[in-house]
Antibody, heavy 118, light 108 residues
Framework: QVQLQESGPGLVKPSQTLSLTCTVS??????????WSWIRQHPGKGLEWIGYIYYSGSTYYNPSLKSRVTISVDTSKNQFSLKLSSVTAADTAVYYCVRTSSAHFDYWGQGTLVTVSS | DIQMTQSPSSLSASVGDRVTITCQAS??????LNWYQQKPGKAPKLLIYDASNLETGVPSRFSGSGSGTDFTFTISSLQPEDIATYYC??????????FGPGTKVDIK
């Protein structure tokens, strides 16, 4: 059973960079066949896909966030990471790491709340 | 960009009722639509993929149908554990993924 777990600071100051890591267990990122996504959910709101990465390092980002987002992968640690720069209060959200299988999101982490505040 | 709408935004129904949620895309997306269930405080869970395929382990009271721009999600007999918000999600033009705004389902 694949499991994903987000980790990282729960509080980030405005203008700084949000950094999160997702650790995958029960399956290897480098086995291929899946993309690894980040999705966020603003408090009480809907879901927004941020971007994803393949084990090879190929990335695709939501155009609305592309200028501020970097997703990277470390296959030796079976982890992938999210960096979102120049954050504002509008980036306060629950961030999920998610396995993407043939364009559907089949395994989700539990989510981590990141608050942007001074 | 493809926009997704859902109706209703919320509903209350009795245990055993048939519940229907609709999802509409702003352009033809063939059958490139998935449905998710999100219980309070939890991550979403995939229920239906490719408009009508039931994900492994999901109870058969859940079903989906539709193609093009109009889609339907149905719970044939509402159970107390089905209290959740349900989202549709399109993937017509990969990697452009967008979700609907959600439909909150409560027990009357």
């Amino acid at each position: 059973q694949v499991q994903l777990q987000e980790s990282g600071p729960g509080l980030v100051k405005p203008s700084q960079t949000l950094s999160l890591t997702c650790t995958v267990s029960g399956g290897s990122i480098s086995s291929g066949g899946y993309y690894w996504s980040w999705i966020r959910q603003h408090p009480g709101k809907g879901l927004e896909w941020i971007g994803y990465i393949y084990y090879s390092g190929s990335t695709y980002y939501n155009p609305s966030l592309k200028s501020r987002v970097t997703i990277s992968v470390d296959t030796s640690k079976n982890q992938f990471s999210l960096k979102l720069s120049s954050v504002t209060a509008a980036d306060t959200a629950v961030y999920y790491c998610v396995r993407t299988s043939s364009a559907h999101f089949d395994y989700w982490g539990q989510g981590t709340l990141v608050t942007v505040s001074s | 960009d493809i926009q997704m709408t859902q109706s209703p935004s919320s509903l209350s129904a009795s245990v055993g009722d048939r519940v229907t949620i609709t999802c509409q895309a702003s352009q033809d997306i063939s059958n490139y639509l998935n449905w998710y269930q999100q219980k309070p405080g939890k991550a979403p869970k995939l229920l239906i993929y490719d408009a009508s395929n039931l994900e492994t382990g999901v109870p058969s009271r859940f079903s989906g149908s539709g193609s093009g721009t109009d889609f339907t999600f149905t719970i044939s007999s509402l159970q107390p554990e089905d209290i959740a918000t349900y989202y549709c999600q399109q993937y017509d033009n990969l990697p452009d993924f967008t979700f609907g705004p959600g439909t909150k389902v409560d027990i009357k």
